[in-house]
């Protein structure tokens, strides 16, 4: 019930995944990425399988071989679709039998597309058309405009309910990772959300050894950006002790 892109930057290294889905929360359990490479586990998914890939990804394994590992020790493989990118730009993807059609997927250097319960396959070959003719962007901007392009030839035939967006580069910790968890339009709703937090992307990195620069809101200041933030909630004082 999912369409992905799991894919990678041949300029910068950067791997990442974006996903949208009729079920919610989809981020939180089938989205596996870390400076290593990207684990797209869905269909049924089994998160522990997706934190198994990335291990063997970390361990040296191709992606080829940690799909291999994966099926033969998986009871149900015939109810997983994967999909694998590692940080060499090597790929790898699998469609177990008993996915709901329609479900495939197409993989070649630096991405895997891939999907189920989808309108047809003019979803992945939508998916992979603006993930390759958008080379010279960012890797979190190419992902959300493939998924978009997902969405826009037909994506699920039910429609979608969440999605993400999840990137690592060299170090320990995500470089950005959003969700629209509950939406009517979730794939619109990370676009939004990607657009007002992309200039925090590289900010983040740098103050993380740099506590000294400015707060975020001078930083967006710097650079001439308006954002609107979070309002505080009134305090309703109850009546007073003794009255």
Same mark, same amino acid.
């Given at each position: ?35 290593? !490479?990207?684990?797209?586990?869905? &269909?049924?998914? *089994?998160?522990? %399988? ?5 291990? @063997?990804? $970390? ?60 309108? !047809?396959?003019?979803?992945?070959? &939508?998916?992979? *058309?603006?993930? %390759? ?5 960012? @890797?979190? $901007? ?102």
């Amino acid at each position: 019930m999912t369409f992905t892109i799991v894919g990678r930057c041949a300029r910068t290294g950067v791997t990442g995944i974006c996903m949208a889905t009729s079920s919610p929360a989809v981020g939180n359990r089938c989205a596996f990425v870390s400076r290593d !490479g990207a684990v797209g586990m869905q &269909a049924v998914a *089994e998160p522990r %399988l997706g934190i198994l890939g990335l291990r @063997l990804l $970390e361990g040296g394994y191709s992606p080829r071989m940690v799909i291999d590992q994966i099926v033969a020790s998986d009871d149900w493989p015939g109810k997983r679709q994967i999909g694998i990118v590692d940080i060499d730009g090597r790929s790898a993807a699998f469609t177990g039998d008993a996915n709901a059609e329609w479900a495939g997927h197409l993989n070649g250097p630096n991405y895997v597309a891939m999907g189920n319960l989808l309108r !047809g396959q003019e979803v992945v070959a &939508a998916i992979v *058309e603006v993930f %390759l003719e958008s080379e010279n962007e960012e @890797l979190e $901007e190419r992902l959300v405009r493939a998924i978009e392009a997902g969405r826009d030839a037909g994506g699920q035939e039910e429609g979608q309910t969440s999605a993400s967006l999840l990137t690592f580069g060299k170090e320990t910790f995500s470089r950005c990772d959003l969700r629209s968890d509950i939406s009517l339009e979730p794939v619109a709703d990370l676009r939004r959300m990607y657009d007002w937090y992309k200039p925090l992307i590289p900010y983040f990195l740098e103050r993380a050894n740099n506590p000294l620069l400015p707060g975020f809101k001078a930083h967006f200041a710097s650079l001439g950006m308006e954002r609107t933030y979070g309002q505080p909630v009134p305090v309703t004082r109850g009546p007073k002790a003794g009255r």
